[in-house]
Nanobody, 118 residues
């Protein structure tokens, strides 16, 4: 079974930083573009960031642009989401997934909780 494993979440204060990690279990994510998504309580899951398989193309949602950055280390089969200047509205469960086809993501993980207190 193939799925993503996210880590690095936690409870922080506004203005703090966190770095989330995403690795593939059962299969390397090296050959896939990878996206980060988040879901706040009572809200739909939303896109946060995307990086293509070799890291030369990235996309960041406008709501976090300038504060979040996505990167990858294929030697470690890991995609990172660096989150700086966190705000309470960034609170949610952050999940990553592999882009199996353009715009279609799979191998979802359970997610990691990020809670930002004001």
């Amino acid at each position: 079974q193939v799925y993503a494993v996210e880590s690095g979440g936690g409870l922080v204060h506004a203005g703090d930083s966190l770095r989330l990690s995403c690795t593939g279990s059962g299969r390397t994510f090296t050959n896939y573009g990878t996206g980060w998504f988040r879901q706040a309580p009572g809200k739909a899951r939303e896109f946060v960031a995307f990086i293509n398989w070799d890291g030369d193309i990235t996309s960041i949602d406008g709501s976090v642009k300038g504060r979040f950055a996505i990167s990858r280390d294929n030697a470690k089969n890991t995609v990172y989401l660096q989150m700086n200047d966190l705000k309470p509205e960034d609170t949610g469960v952050y999940s990553c997934a592999a882009e199996l086809q353009i715009g279609r993501f799979g191998y979802w993980g359970q997610g990691t909780q990020v809670t930002v207190s004001s």
